[in-house]
């Protein structure tokens, strides 16, 4: 029906209207590979893409034209970061101070919370909480947009420890 209506190109997300907030899921690219077999117009696939080898997966599993990521970024934002087409895995604590740079840089500043949430999400490999419970902490009582300082005093203080710890 959206081709007949003039619909040139698909987006699918592969997965249930109840599935959202904690009930995600996994999407369903049995669904999005039908539909693609189904339709003329291009298809773009959106659902379970993490890291860089799931884009190529995607693709070969459901035949879609192009491959689109929302949360996967929010904790990978070098998802789509490749080098002569090999994934990339960019150490966490590079990843985050990076974009506390970019909030830096920004004329209109992002709101405190979400910059919190996103380095939580950016870090969530590196915060063992046995390891770093203190590091964890330290970031949940960083308050307002002015700790983005903060942020990167932390940031370097973890990257020291895990500088160590290989070490070790």
């Known amino acids: 029906m959206l081709e007949k209506a003039g619909a ?5 997300h592969g997965r ?7 009930l995600s899921g996994l999407a369903d690219w049995d669904h999005i590979k039908a539909v693609k077999q189904s339709v003329n117009v291009p298809v773009i696939s959106n659902g379970n893409i993490l890291y860089a080898e799931d884009i190529e997966r995607c693709f070969e ?8 990521a929302a949360e996967g970024h929010l904790y990978n934002p070098a998802l789509f970061c490749t080098d002569n087409n090999t994934a990339q895995h960019l150490p966490v604590v590079d990843l985050a101070k990076r974009y506390i740079e970019i909030c830096a840089s920004l ?5 405190g919370g979400g910059v919190k949430s996103h380095i939580f999400k950016i870090l969530k490999p590196a915060l063992d909480v046995e390891k770093h419970l203190d590091i964890r902490n330290r970031i949940g009582a960083v308050d307002g ?5 903060a942020y990167t ?7 020291k420890r895990i500088q160590v710890s290989q070490l070790l």
């Open 145 to 149: 947009i002015d700790g983005l300082n």
């Open 8 to 12: 040139q190109m698909l987006t699918l």
């Open 16 to 22: 249930l209207r109840e599935q959202k907030g904690q």
């Open 61 to 68: 599993e459901t035949g879609v034209d192009g491959v689109m």
């Open 107 to 111: 004329k209109t500043r992002p709101v």
């Open 153 to 159: 005093a932390i940031l370097n203080d973890l990257e």
